[in-house]
């Protein structure tokens, strides 16, 4: 054993010539709060419906607490669930709701109710629970949704992207919300989204899922600072992406310039690459730590408030490159189409991939 | 936290189901079972019978040559086509007029119009003939409308059949022209198109499948209506007087059961166009489609209403014609105001005993109907496992759709009178009533059902299981409650249309089991027409009547569950 709370080993799922999940391997701790985060149609939702045992898996085994549950029907695992829809019994009222697991359990009526109360305190809608959930605002019902889920006391907490039917602000308030709540409850938690900046805000552990596959596990830094595939480096964030090319004394060449690079990867030499870079890891201001200097020439500018993202011609290269800069630095060294920059790639900031074929 | 309870890992064997689980499989077995026994097998007995000589040995093909060889009855196939084809023609083009005016046009009064409108829904397709022999009979008051030609034969049906059809077509019309974008709308005029142009590329073909879908309804339901060609085709024969002709008259099982099989190739095929339809129908709406208002158009929506008018005209002239002649005494000759045409004790064709036996036919049809559809539809809706299982109850739920009443009704003959059939002590009981008209209607109230089922969350499921609440608490407590509406709608449409049904159970009544609808036929064949247009009126007055207390409830309810119902 591993000391992990949920395992999930090698599972496969498909659905006839199609695959959905293909040979899936993860451990979740305890109290952690994991992010299923990829493009709709990657598997994310099947494989959480596998955990959850709304869909079965074709192949593989899922431990929860040191049981396997691999086999066994949803109610007879121990976890709560929210759905992007909500799903609230729409005939019966808020604390109906929220009772609706506990009632079964025969708690005594008087518990049952202080139970509801705490948890209605608990999401912030006291008042509410005589309510009908037609009379509440979106972001009510899911907080409603997520009380019900956790009345139970469930060991794992299974969110079916909670956010997605939200509006833009609601959805930012209710995932700091959700993350507080999970946090005081110390619930091992899996969220699916397709939303990178929630994944990002809310996650302890990020798992990055394309076409069936894990691409890349990790904390939110690891996998916004040190992509581990193109995909991933794609996917999350804005990245630039040159076709280079492997030099024998391991330096890279991009079009007609030569750069150093950091990378920890194996590459054959004279091999085609893509090199990537940030748009907010391009330098204008340096103070003798350059590591890649290099003109450009700036071909558009678009202001967003606290920055700017500009279109830049580089010397020698043939792709556009964008960057973000900040409005001291515009300020400072008046940046506006037209502007000649001398721009620093950082060789610790350039990403090596290989090249999509 | 955890509230898991231990549990030995290697202890679970997927053959040992759980209670959950058995008692969903048993109620899907259930469903297998039930239309196994009063639809697949019955149609299974009818084809083997189409193959056998009277002595009941098989001889293939013979009896469907005989049939061919026999002029008198292969020329019902063409006027069956005849009639099917002209009576479609006229009422989709009516609906589709009548429709656009109560969808696309500001004209006053459309809601009353479409109530008026849906009158001949009430009715029994025997009571627009018989208006039709008082309008146009012998005796009749517009007979020299018809210069010459007699309303005894195709023309007579046709009309009784456009009349009695009309609501159908036009319920189908009007939801395919309510389901549109108006956005479609804006842009076609932003783009200066043509009116005549709009309506070719945006309209028709919007609602193109809705008039594939009535055309063939109607078309089905003309083919294989047996009321109206009885009462007023005098000598001119369909298929449907046939297979009656061929068993009560003549005593002919095989060559009934032959006219059947024929029967059925027609419907089938309609069968299949209606489910390519409705396929095709989905793909076409999008969600955030954005609902269409008309503007007002003075000389569109004035000829319109002229059109509607006209359509009211006749529907309420036909009907009112029915009840104003079941009040006469002796038409034409004493044209006074009686009751003696209700005293049915009095006539030949069962009395207000068949009335009863109809109401509580109905009641049975209704109640145990829709508990039976509905539970079997949710399994097949909204259960997880027995995927195979529940594909298979969904397509034999589908199956009763394309088998014509008459067709269903002699086959219950040969299934259930067969004296090896342990069920036989059903003949001739209501229960075999009850149980051929449930299996008659059984598609439609299936597709209402799982309509409605699919309308909510499909996640409900999923939820209470991860609260360990058992699926049957949950469709009490939450299924049951949000799909009331559409599970009265189900027993409205049992009732109604088990009050008057003809065709299914004309073969299965006994003289305890008398029922009004078949009184009315059985009056009009002794020439008590004025009875008959009494009983027939009779009926239509109490499924109004049922439909107003229907009516009542769901305004009740709805008024009950304004705290939880967001639509309307």
Redesign the interface.
Known sequence: MNGAYLSIKNVSKSFGDFTALSNISLDIREGEFVCFLGPSGCGKTTLLRAV???DLQTEGEIH??G??VS???????????V?Q???L????TVAENIA??L???KTSRSKLNARVEELLEMIGLPESGVK????LSGGQQQRVALA??I?????LL?LDEPLSALDALVRVHLRSEIKELQRK???TTIMVTHDQEEALAMADKIVVMNHGVIEQIGTPEEIYSRPKTAFVASFIGQMNFLSSRMLDDGKVQVGGQLLDCEHDKLFQPDNDMQLAIRPEDIRVRYNGDATNTMPADVRHVEFLGSFVRSELDVDGIMEPVIAEFSMNDVRDLQIAKGSRLMLDLPSSRIHLFESAR | MSVITARPVNDWNPLSLRREQLLQLIGVLFGIVVLLLTVLMPLYAILSKSMENSSGDFVGLDNFIEYAATPSLASSVTHSLTIASVTTLIVVTLALICAYALQRSCMPFRGTIRLLMMGPIFAPSLLPAISMVYLFGNQGVLKSWLMGESIYGPIGVVISLSFWCFPAALMIISTALSNTDARLYESARALRTSALRTFLTVTLPSIKYGLISAGFVVFTLVLTDFGAPKVIGGQYNVLATDIYKQVIGQQNFQMGAVVSVILLFPALLAFAVDRWVQRKQVALLTSRAEPLRPEPAAIRDWSLFAVCMLVIAVIIGVLGMAVYASFISFWPYNLEFTLDNYQFDLMDGGGWDAYENSLEMALYTALFGTALIFSHAYLVEKLAGFRLLRTLLHLMAMVPLAVPGLVLGLAYIFFFNSPDNPLNFLYGSMAILVICTIAHYYTVCHLTAVTALKQIDAEFEAVSASLKVPFYITFWRVTLPVCLPALLEIAIYLFVNALNTVSAVVFLYSSDTMLASISVLNMDDAGDIAPAAAMGVLLMFTCIGVKLIHWLLSHMLLNRTQGWRQSR
Not at chain 1, 72 to 80: A, C, K, M, V
Not at chain 1, 132 to 135: D, E, K, L, M, R
Request: hydrophobic share 35%; charged share 15%.
């Open positions: 959850a045992g709304l929860q607490a049981e396997d086999w066994l029907t949803p109610d007879q695992r121990d976890f709560g669930i759905f829809s909500y799903a019994f729409p005939n019966l609706y697991g009632k079964n359990r009908y959930p037609s009379q019900r889920a009345a139970t006391s469930p060991g299974l409850l110390g619930v």
